[in-house]
C-alpha cells in the first residue's frame, strides 16, 4: 500500500552565520553557525513514492538536479530504487532570502524517509537534510541549534522554550525573488572575494561568546554579535566580482531605524540573510513600539512575527 507523509517544518535563522562551503561535493559548512527556530513560518510538504522523482514548491515545478543528491542518498539508505513525489508549499515568501530551503529539505528529509518506510533518528535525518541545504541540517530541531564548520549534522543547544519572550519581526522589504541564489553567491564570494579568508577568520571567534550570550539570554550581547556577523558576511559578499549586493533602499532604512531605536533604549537587533529582509531580534514587550516605528517609515512594510518554533515533524496516511 503506498504511504503518504504530510510534514511540516520551520525556516532556520541563523544569528551567527554559515558561509561558504568547504571544499568537496558533501556540502559541509565552512563556519559554525548558531540559530532559532522561526514559529509561525511554516513549509508543509506530502510525499508519496512514484515512478520517477519530482519536486513542486508553491505549485512550480523545480529542477530536478537540485534534489538529486538527496534522493541518491535516500535509495542509497534504503538500498532499493525509490522514486518520490514531492509537493510542498511555504505560508511566506519563497527564495526571498527567508531561509526557506532550510525548512523545504528539513521538511523534505523527514517526508521522504517516512515514505520510504526508513527509520533514521534525527542525526541523520539532519545529516541527510544538510545534503539538499547546509541551514535545513538545523531545522530539523527546534529552539535554538548550533551547526559546527565542517559538521555532517546540526545539534539542539535549547528547546523553544529556553527563551519564550524572544521575538523575531520579519520586515518584508521585498517579495521577489532574490537576483542570485545562496548557493551561487557563497560560491563566488570563496572564489572571488578577497575577504572570504578575512570572513573565515573572524567567524570563528563569534561562535563562543554567541553561545555564551544565548545561555544567559543576553540579547545586547547576542544582537551586537549577530549584527557583527551578517555585516561581516555581506562586506565579504560585498567584495566579490561582480559584487553581490542583496540590499534595497528600505533595507538600508530599516537598519539605520534598529540604530535609532537602540539609540533610544529600545533592543532591536537586526540580521540580515541572502535577500534583502530585515528580520529584528527583539523581546516581545518591545514589540509594538518598534512595529509603530516601522510602519512609520513606510507603511507598506509587512511585518511577520516569529518566536523560538518547533523542528519537523510528519504524520503518514495509508
Ligand atoms: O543553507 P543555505 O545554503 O540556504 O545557506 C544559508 C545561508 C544563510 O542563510 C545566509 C546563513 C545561514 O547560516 O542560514
Given amino acids: ?35 532559532v527556530t522561526l514559529g509561525g513560518l511554516y513549509t508543509r510538504t506530502r510525499v508519496i513514492l512514484d515512478r520517477q522523482d519530482s519536486v513542486t514548491l508553491d505549485g512550480v515545478v523545480q529542477d530536478p538536479a537540485r534534489f538529486k543528491q538527496f534522493f541518491d542518498r535516500l535509495r542509497q539508505k534504503a538500498g532499493r530504487s525509490l522514486h518520490f513525489r514531492v509537493e510542498s508549499k511555504n505560508d511566506f515568501p519563497t527564495s526571498a532570502g527567508l531561509a526557506s530551503s532550510s525548512s523545504g529539505f528539513a521538511a523534505l528529509a523527514v517526508g521522504c524517509t517516512r515514505a520510504a518506510g526508513l527509520e533514521l533518528d534525527s542525526r541523520e535525518l539532519s545529516g541527510l537534510a544538510r545534503l539538499g541545504s547546509a541551514s535545513a541540517a ?6 535554538f541549534t548550533l551547526l559546527q564548520a565542517g559538521a555532517r549534522e546540526a545539534r539542539q543547544l535549547y528547546g523553544s522554550n529556553h527563551w519564550p519572550e524572544l521575538r523575531i519581526a520579519i520586515v518584508l522589504v521585498s517579495r521577489e525573488v532574490k537576483p542570485i541564489s545562496s548557493r551561487r553567491a557563497m560560491e563566488a564570494t570563496r572564489t572571488t572575494s578577497p575577504y572570504y579568508r578575512a570572513w573565515l577568520r573572524s567567524a570563528s571567534g563569534l561562535l563562543e561568546p554567541a553561545v555564551e550570550a544565548l ?43 534598529c540604530g535609532l531605536l537602540r539609540e533610544q533604549g529600545i533592543g532591536a537587533w537586526e540580521t540580515l540573510d541572502a535577500g534583502p529582509q530585515v528580520k529584528i531580534l527583539c523581546l516581545e514587550p518591545d514589540l509594538p513600539r518598534i512595529r509603530e516605528r516601522i510602519t512609520a517609515l513606510d507603511p507598506e512594510l509587512k511585518i511577520l512575527v516569529a518566536s523560538p518554533g518547533e523542528g519537523a515533524n510528519c504524520r503518514v496516511r495509508g
Avoid: Q
Wanted: hydrophobic fraction near 50%; charge should be positive.
Fill in 138 to 143: 538545523r531545522s530539523l530541531f527546534g529552539g
Fill in 215 to 257: 545561555r544567559l539570554r543576553d540579547l545586547n550581547v547576542l544582537g551586537s554579535l549577530a549584527r557583527l556577523s551578517y555585516a561581516r558576511m555581506h562586506a565579504a559578499l560585498l567584495a566579490s566580482d561582480p559584487p553581490l549586493l542583496y540590499w534595497l533602499p528600505a533595507t538600508v532604512a530599516v537598519i539605520r531605524e
Fill in 1 to 35: 500500500m503506498s504511504i503518504e507523509a504530510l510534514c511540516c517544518a520551520s525556516p532556520s535563522l541563523a544569528l551567527i552565520k554559515y558561509w561558504g562551503k568547504k571544499s568537496g561535493r558533501r556540502n559541509l559548512p565552512a563556519t559554525a553557525s548558531l540559530a
